[in-house]
């Protein structure tokens, strides 16, 4: 299964070498995927810190901080081939949960860039979304575990759990 976001934290992951790891998204996202059985600890400071994932990879739509956190167009237009081969590199890929807008956006495009889709018509993005594609993955949609999002109660804690145990459902992962 793979968890995909929009891009690294600037204080977070390139920080600390793990995504979503010393910012709020990840203290949010990682006790989280410990109750969903994804990790091995519910807590994540660094990528030496002895978590380990299970059946999961966390990757992001863009490769760099983005300014205001929100990266342009041409910014996840040059980095899609990463995404492309990181893809590619995923052989038993079964269901993504995309955070936030940007991320469902970047994997429709990565289908379309690959042939998968025609158009991305059809999919409307909303939290708890889910879409099966033609190639047969499992796409789950989720608001971004942003603090913006968590402190304000449009994510909560259930809604986000609900959305990682419908992927393990939907990914076939006992």
């Given amino acids: 299964m793979l968890t995909l976001g929009l891009a690294p934290g600037a204080h977070g992951s390139n920080r600390t070498g793990r995504p979503f790891t010393g910012d709020g998204s990840g203290d949010f ?15 994540s400071v660094s990528r ?7 059946n ?3 990757s992001a739509v863009v490769r760099c901080a983005p300014p205001g956190n929100k990266p342009s167009p041409a910014e996840q237009r040059q980095c899609a081939h990463w995404l492309d081969e990181e893809m590619a590199l995923l052989k038993h890929l079964r269901a993504v949960v995309c955070l936030g807008r940007i991320a469902f956006d970047g994997l429709l495009a990565y289908e379309q860039r690959n042939s998968r889709i025609n158009s991305r018509s059809g999919f409307v993005f909303g939290h708890g979304a889910e879409y099966t594609l033609p190639d047969g993955l499992k796409l789950v949609a989720s608001y ?19 959305v990682f145990k419908r992927a393990r459902e939907l990914a076939g992962i006992e």
Avoid at 48 to 54: C, Q, R, S
Avoid at 144 to 162: A, D, E, I, V
């Fill in 144 to 162: 971004h575990p942003s603090l913006q999002n968590t402190n304000t109660g449009k994510l909560t804690r259930p809604m986000f759990l609900s």
């Fill in 56 to 58: 999961m990879w966390i």
């Fill in 48 to 54: 030496d810190d002895g978590m380990k994932l299970k």
């Fill in 29 to 43: 996202l990682y006790p989280v995927l410990h109750e969903a059985g994804f990790a091995s600890q519910a807590h």
